[in-house]
């Protein structure tokens, strides 16, 4: 009985493999054969937790037109934990499409614009101290 990992062919193509593609298949063997017993048939861990997925069904909303702004603070928040504060890079999107959590978008901006209005102001007040 041959080995059938132990072979040229395979040999040749892990050699043709990049880091990125090994490490890609190490991991998925790894959840393969780390999740399951298959003497008794019993999952020993589960291979994607319900964060994964809720992270994955967000990703899809986004790559297929989602907005940020459509997103609720829970959705946000998960995305920041997963990814990090600048998560929205990733998508293409810049900090001023995207809600803090327990902000809105429209109240973000507001602020946003209330903030610009009175720097606006105080150097308006500057200009014209330095003029008399």
């Known amino acids: ?6 072979n040229p062919m395979v040999n ?3 050699k043709a493999m990049s880091k990125e593609d090994l490490e890609k298949y190490k991991k998925i063997g ?7 017993n298959f003497e008794d048939s019993t999952v020993v861990k589960q291979l994607i ?5 809720a992270v994955a069904y967000i990703e899809e909303g986004l790559k297929s037109g989602l907005l940020p702004e459509d997103l609720d603070e829970n ?3 998960l995305l920041q934990q997963t990814y990090g504060e600048e998560w ?12 803090e959590p327990g902000l809105s978008l429209q109240a973000k901006k507001g602020i946003e614009e209330a903030i610009e209005t009175k720097i606006k102001e105080a150097q308006n007040k500057n200009k014209k101290t330095k003029n008399k």
Not at 1 to 6: E, T, V
Not at 49 to 53: H, I, L, Q, W, Y
């Open 1 to 6: 009985m041959c080995d059938i990992w132990n």
């Open 12 to 14: 040749n193509a892990l």
């Open 30 to 36: 790894e959840q393969l054969y780390g999740s399951v």
């Open 49 to 53: 937790t319900p964060a994964d997925e």
């Open 75 to 77: 959705e946000v928040i």
């Open 88 to 99: 929205y890079k990733k998508y293409g999107f810049s900090r001023e499409e995207v809600p």
